[in-house]
């Protein structure tokens, strides 16, 4: 692990995350897909409260298990940042809102991240 990650912004409007630094320098910038109209990502300033290597997901009409390097950042673990390998497979494009509200990125940008993203790191959701 590397202590590189200062901060994580997601950027709703252009559906991209950025990594900064404790320079407040960039480390990287990640396509994204958030929450669709139906179920928004929500807005505001969290942390990294809990990381999981591979865990089962549910929600209203949905399970998903296997979702790889998931960093929930509400205390229900509802919203979370992790990997799609699904919609790696479909050849669906990141980039594009599709998601019940989490963060989903391509699956080796969600391990780089889970690997280099300290519990308690900052993440800021704007639009």
Not at 90 to 106: D, K, L, N, T
């Amino acid at each position: 692990m590397i202590e590189l990650i200062a901060s994580l912004v997601v950027d709703l409007s252009d559906q991209k995350l950025t990594v900064y630094d404790h320079n407040d320098q960039v480390v990287r910038v990640i396509p994204v897909s958030t929450g669709k109209a139906s179920t928004p990502t929500p807005t505001g300033l969290g942390a990294v409260r809990t990381k999981y290597r591979s865990v089962t997901m549910r929600g209203r009409g949905y399970v998903a298990p296997g979702v790889p390097y998931a960093m929930c950042i509400t205390a229900n673990e509802m919203i979370c940042l992790h990997g799609a390998p699904w919609q790696e497979d479909a050849g669906q494009a990141f980039g594009v809102p599709r998601s019940h509200g989490c963060v989903r990125m391509p699956t080796a940008q969600a391990r780089w991240l889970f690997e280099n993203t300290r519990k308690g790191t900052e993440v800021l959701i704007q639009l």
